[in-house]
């Protein structure tokens, strides 16, 4: 990928992308970005990595050695310091939720609101660039093992019962659910779960794993907890 190149997602799927500098994005479904800047200097050893989130979701890791990581969405531009990680979502009425999960970052908002966000921070910016008040990220939730040891017996039309703790700072929940088979990922994104459960229809028999984070009120999300295995079999009635 160079300079101007686009990366878009469809729902059902999602891609990484690994920079030379071992900058790692991961795109998730249903989502647009563009690559602003990916060049390093022989000279000099510096380097630049800059992307643009035009909708949708990006998850970043960064590994910084002597040079600038950017990123930028319509309504701010965020500077990562050193090491880190965290989350980016924009919306479809053009609010934009950060997540700092690790290291520290710098947004200016097209407004002209300077921020720095620490480890665990997050805020959120709306459309017009007014950015509301730095959160603290909510905790990972803890997650019921489903069923008998992760072991789910189900009739052919029953839905899988997914549970989990509530977590401090979190108004609502999102649950990811993926299939451990190769080629499948993804099945099931649940988004603004308001309660600690979800019924989630149409699972195969297989196996998977799920996730879930919390959501602040601003809809800036915290980090996801370990993924749990479970095993669905399908029984006839």
């Known amino acids: 990928l160079r300079k101007s190149d ?36 022989p000279d000099s050893a510096s380097s630049r990595v800059a992307w643009k989130v035009t909708s949708g979701e990006i998850n970043y890791e960064t ?6 990581t950017e990123a930028v969405t319509p309504t701010f531009r965020l500077a990562l310091e050193g090491n880190s990680a965290g989350t980016m979502r924009v919306g479809e009425t053009g609010l934009t939720a950060g997540a700092q999960i690790s ?37 990972p ?23 989990w703790s509530p977590s401090a700072g979190a108004s609502t929940y999102r649950v990811r659910v993926e299939a451990r088979a190769e080629g499948q990922g993804e099945v099931f994104n649940g988004d603004g779960l308001k309660t600690t459960s979800v019924n989630v229809p149409g699972i195969a028999a297989g196996d998977y794993t ?3 984070a919390g ?20 029984v006839e009635a």
């Open 6 to 41: 686009l990366v878009r997602t469809y729902p059902s799927s999602s891609a990484e992308i690994k920079f030379f500098d071992d900058t790692r994005v991961t795109v998730r479904p249903d989502s647009l970005i563009t690559i602003e800047e990916t060049s390093r200097d």
């Open 63 to 68: 590994a910084q050695r002597g040079g600038s």
């Open 103 to 139: 290291g520290a970052a710098n947004i200016e908002t097209k407004s002209g609101e300077k921020i720095r966000l620490g480890a665990n921070e997050g805020v959120s910016v709306d459309a017009t660039g007014k950015a509301g008040a730095k959160q603290v990220l909510p905790s």
């Open 141 to 163: 939730p803890a997650l019921d093992t489903p069923g008998k040891a992760g072991l789910l017996s189900l009739d052919m039309d029953d839905a899988v019962v997914l549970s």
């Open 210 to 212: 799920f996730r879930v």
């Open 215 to 234: 959501l602040t009120q601003d809809g800036v999300q915290g980090k996801f907890s370990a993924p749990m295995a479970f095993k669905v079999e399908r």
